[in-house]
């Protein structure tokens, strides 16, 4: 099966520090594909390289049969690849359901349309409301999005990716910041949306990684040391030694 | 299945309708008020209130709804200004040559300037805009031709198909208000568009919008001709007002008042933008006639509006109990 992101050789150094090295990846065909390493790893910068927020020094990112290494992060986006992040991006200001609205219209295609009253336009607001309701925010539309709790702003960020119907999505610690419960919420959630589109998941929460992840990548100071199932993973030394054995520490 | 509520209906009452009402309905009725006291002044006062009221309508636009602070809009004033002076200059005096020439030099002003501007961003781009501003009020002190430092008197007004249309203090009054309320309505639509919720968003986090794959700076770019666009067309109509043109329409005192007015009404509404123009004009009226310190009166006033005044004049009119 070809791989719907191919990563190969990719580097990026700020300065003299060289926080990707070399880095190749890939993710399949509807698997989820959990990305783990500790703290100043490269998880966030790799990240950006993959959806065009930052530009590699060298190096291809192949995306659906195509090279986007020289794209920025809109078109990364129009050609299929969502993206959340770390901390998350919302619009405050607008309701949840303007937020995803938004997404669908410029899933659509161009918003050079200045006559028609967006706000009350159904065929935004009816599949925006719907998206909404898949990831749990169905009774919270009219909210502003800035009143919204730290777990329910993750799963909008997650409306807002999945409005525009992506080849494949990048999440940058969808749980961090949330408590146990909400944790559990979003692992759930994300096991549907392993239906619609493949994933490559950062996440420092182990025990959502090795529930949902088909493969796991091992990033240690921007060199991928181990790819495995979440079983080869959890019986491999070098992973331990270097960042699974830390954690027991601790 | 989706609630109703969802899809927000309009009820008829709410403040952003009635708001706007009230003001322009308060403007038509001037000539009535005009003739029974036989006020000319007040006819001529709320003829300037209307005029500059549309550029900052259009400063609005981009600065209260798109977030972009624009420091030079006195030059699209003054560019609008200058083509009907220039044109009277050369014996055009027809509004339907001379108008569509103010709006597409200030639309093209706005195109070259703003397609360099947008590459900036914050501090930057206040800065650059003021530099273009500047840029433009010096070539306008350099047109000897057509009056360099001391302005361009025009020996009459613009003529519609031969009619006294602009001459006229009443039907040159209504043609102002009806400017701006065109000017002010189109503009509403447009922040209500698809369009509209790309500059609402880009305003709110960049980041986002183009994870979503918008790219803000084309949508940035065409409101930012739109704003020229309407700013012109209010110096098209100041041009007229005074039957002269001058450099000192586009300095940049000019380009902060028309912030400061924004700033005053509310920013973000459009109406606010109204509100701020005429409580502007309207306090230096009524303060110049009492002191000649009067702006030492003048200025604090207008801080403490901004400071505890959250959102201006109309958030002060519009704010709920408890909200």
Not at chain 2, 130 to 135: D, I, S
Not at chain 2, 206 to 222: D, F, K, M, N, T
Request: aromatic share 8%; net charge negative; hydrophobic share 50%.
């Amino acid at each position: 099966m070809t791989p719907v992101l191919q990563l190969e050789n990719l580097n990026k150094a700020y300065g003299a520090l060289q926080v990707t090295k070399n880095l190749s990846l890939d993710v399949r065909p509807g698997e989820i594909h959990a990305l783990i390493g500790p703290n100043g790893a490269g998880k966030t910068t790799l990240i950006g390289q993959i959806s065009g927020a930052l530009t590699s020094d060298s190096g291809r990112v192949l995306f659906a049969g195509r090279d986007v290494s020289r794209l920025s992060l809109p078109e990364r986006a129009r050609a299929g690849l969502g993206r959340t992040f770390q901390i998350t991006q919302i619009l405050p200001e607008f309701s949840a359901l303007e937020n995803v609205a938004l997404a669908v219209q410029a899933h659509e295609g161009h918003s050079f349309r200045f006559f028609r009253n967006a706000a009350t336009d159904p065929s935004l607001n009816d599949k925006a409301a719907a998206i909404l309701a898949d990831v749990g925010l169905g009774d919270r539309c009219t909210e502003p999005a800035g009143q919204l709790s730290h777990g329910e702003k993750r799963s909008l960020e997650l409306a807002l990716a999945l409005a525009l119907e992506p080849k494949l999505l990048l999440l940058d610690e969808p749980m961090a910041g949330t408590g146990p419960a909400e944790t559990e919420r979003l692992t759930e959630l994300l096991k549907t949306v392993k239906n619609r589109c493949p994933l490559l998941l950062v996440e420092h929460d182990m025990a959502a990684v090795f529930e949902l992840a088909d493969r796991i990548s091992v990033l240690v100071y921007g060199e991928i040391i181990a790819t495995g199932t979440p079983d080869q993973i959890r019986a491999s030394k070098e992973v331990q030694s270097a960042y699974l054995g830390e954690e027991d520490e601790t | 299945m989706i609630p109703a509520s969802i899809t927000p209906k309009t009820s008829p009452l709410k403040a952003s309708t009635l708001v706007p009402l009230i003001l322009f309905l308060g403007l038509a009725l001037v000539p009535v008020y005009a003739q029974v006291f036989d006020d000319r002044f007040m006819m001529l006062f709320a003829t300037r209130i209307a005029v500059l009221a549309i550029a900052v309508v259009s400063l609005d636009f981009i600065l209260g709804f798109a977030g972009l602070v624009s420091f030079g809009h006195a030059a699209f004033i003054g560019i609008g200004a200058y083509a009907i002076g220039i044109l009277s200059e050369h014996d055009i005096w027809e509004a339907w040559i001379s108008f569509p020439v103010a709006l597409a030099a200030g639309g093209l002003f706005a195109l070259i300037t703003g397609a360099i501007s947008m590459k900036t961003r914050g501090v930057y781009f206040i800065m650059i805009t003021l530099a273009f501003g500047q840029m433009a009020y010096f070539t306008a002190t350099s047109l000897s031709a057509y009056g360099g430092d001391d302005g361009l008197t025009m020996w009459g007004r613009t003529e519609f198909f031969g009619t006294n249309l602009f001459a006229n203090d009443i039907s040159f009054f209504y043609l102002v208000v009806g400017c701006l309320a065109a000017s002010y309505l189109l503009l509403r639509i447009f922040t209500g568009s698809r369009f509209g919720r790309v500059l609402a968003g880009a305003k709110q986090s960049e980041l986002r919008v183009e994870a979503l794959g918008i790219s803000p700076y084309r949508y940035r770019l065409v409101a930012y001709c739109i704003s020229g666009m309407v700013a012109a067309l209010a110096g098209a109509l100041m041009a007229n007002q005074a039957e002269f043109v001058s450099p000192s329409a586009m300095s940049w005192h000019r380009s902060g008042e028309l912030i400061v007015m924004c700033l005053l009404g509310g920013l973000g509404s459009l109406h606010g933008a109204l509100l701020g123009t005429i409580a502007y004009l309207a306090l230096e009226e009524v303060l110049s006639g009492t002191t000649e310190h009067w702006r030492l009166i003048f200025g604090p006033l207008l801080v403490l509006v901004v400071l505890y005044g959250k959102g201006g004049l109309i958030g002060l009119v519009t704010r709920r109990p408890g909200k």
